[in-house]
Structures are given as C-alpha cells and as structure tokens.
C-alpha cells in the first residue's frame, strides 16, 4: 500500500524535489500549495497559508490517516509583509502541525524546514519562546502586534528560528504514537527565491557563503534529507535539527572558515 504524505509548497524549488523523490518511492502525495501543481501521483489542495481558514479548509480535503507529513513551504525576505512572512514561515507550520499530528498514523514522520538563518534561534530564545507559548494562531498574531520592535527588523530570520525551535516541543505532541519530528535547515539552494536571499544577505555575503560551502545547493539536496526523516529506516532519530549546507556551518565552528 502506498503512503500517503501531505507537503507544503510542492510546486516549486524544494518542495517540488521532494514530491518528485516521493513519487519514485510510491507514495500518494497530497500538496498544499498556492500554486497548482500535480504531476503523477498528487493531489493538489490550493491552499494560502497565510489565511488560517484557508488552512482549515485544506486540512479537511486530506485523508483522515496520513503516513507523513512535510512542511517546506515558505516565503522569501522582501516578498511579501512582514507580517505574512510569520504567518507563512511560522503560524501556519504550527497549525498544520498540531492540526495534522492526529491524523499521522502511529511510527510516522513529521518534517519542518526552516533555515540555516534560524539555527542560531537559542541566542533569541526569550522572544523565541514567548512566541512559541501563544497559543494559537490568532493570539500568535496577537503577540506579533503587540511586539514588533522584537522581530520586525528581521521578520524571515525570526519566522525561522521560531520554526526550528518549534520542532522541540512538537516531538512531545507525538512522542506517546511515536510520532517523530525532525527539522531540517538548508544553507543556501538554487531556487526562484534566491534573488531575494542575495538581497537579504548582500551580494559579497551570498558570494562567500556560496564559495565557502563548495557550491550552493540544489533542491534535491535537501529533498534527499527530507525523504530520508519521512521514509528512511531511522526510527530513533527524533527531535534533531539538521543542518544541510555542505558544510559551512561546520567550518564556522571548526575554525576553518572565517566569518563573513
């Protein structure tokens, strides 16, 4: 029997290497995209994350047992208010996940992809955490409003690191199924946002992170990573935040890269 697996942000980029590589593997592939894109075996669920009844309303076009369930989509810095950006890159991973975690059969997977611009979200974890103890959606929303000077000025880097310490406390929603969660952190991969990633960065920055790192990466690079934590015989491995970026975070921390 094939799984049954529900993305985000399928259509394009990294998300779209990850349905390609679940398909050669069999699954049914459910995506949750703004976009419609349904190659092979997929349905498309048209969803807007950033509106919260959309989401509802797309949470219950999916089978009751899912297999798995990964979220990649994401927006860029620049593309959209700030405000979105939480609400796409954080809010809606937090409904979907808790929306989702009954659904997903026993020993199943959950994946968040957040950012390499997240990992450091320890040396925020007051704002971090205050965000991550509201309690929903709308009083998340709250929260961004009535603390903006904490997180404006870095809207995408906070919306990350939120995503990527959410991970700890959602492996506690499934531990008693089973159910991992794992969080995965790509450093910089081609995609149609990386223009807006350069303009983030800076162009000398986006240069010597690219070269340091041997190359940028590719879709498929994190898509392999992905695939893995949803399929892959790894049932211990849980609560683990993976960095993927060929190793320039290792260099940092190594010594054998300087800082930009």
């Known amino acids: 029997m094939s799984a049954n697996i529900v993305v985000t942000g399928g259509s ?14 069999g699954c049914h592939v459910w ?6 894109h349904a190659p092979g075996d997929v349905t498309a669920v048209r969803c807007n994350l950033a509106d919260p009844a959309a989401v509802e309303r797309a949470v219950a076009e ?64 007051a704002a971090v955490d205050a965000l991550l103890d509201t309690g929903d959606y709308e009083t998340g929303l709250s929260w961004l409003a009535e603390n903006e000077p904490l997180w404006h ?18 492996v506690g929603l499934g531990r008693d199924r089973g159910i991992r969660v794992n969080c995965i952190n790509p450093g910089i991969v081609e995609t149609r946002l990386s223009p807006a990633f350069r303009s983030m960065l800076g162009e000398d920055k986006f240069n010597y992170i690219v070269d340091a790192s041997g190359r940028a990466g590719q879709p498929d ?17 849980n609560g683990v935040e993976l960095t993927v970026d060929g190793g320039y975070y290792a260099g940092l921390v190594g010594g054998w890269i300087d800082p930009p």
């Open 12 to 25: 394009s980029g990294i998300g779209a290497a990850v349905v390609a590589r679940l398909l050669t593997k």
């Open 221 to 237: 690079d994190v898509a392999a990573v992905a695939e893995y934590l949803l399929l892959g015989d790894c049932g211990w491995l």
């Open 62 to 125: 999916l089978p009751a047992s899912i297999d798995g369930f990964v979220n990649v989509a994401g927006v860029a810095p620049g593309v959209v208010a700030d405000l979105q950006v939480m609400a796409i890159n954080f809010l809606s991973v937090r409904l979907l996940v808790e929306q989702l975690m009954p659904r997903v059969r026993d020993a199943g997977s959950m994946v968040i992809v957040a950012s390499s611009a997240g990992r450091d979200w320890r040396d925020n974890q």
């Open 31 to 36: 995506n949750l995209d703004v976009v419609d």
């Open 153 to 170: 000025a870095e809207a995408y880097k906070f919306s990350k690191q939120c995503a990527a310490a959410y991970t700890y406390r959602a």
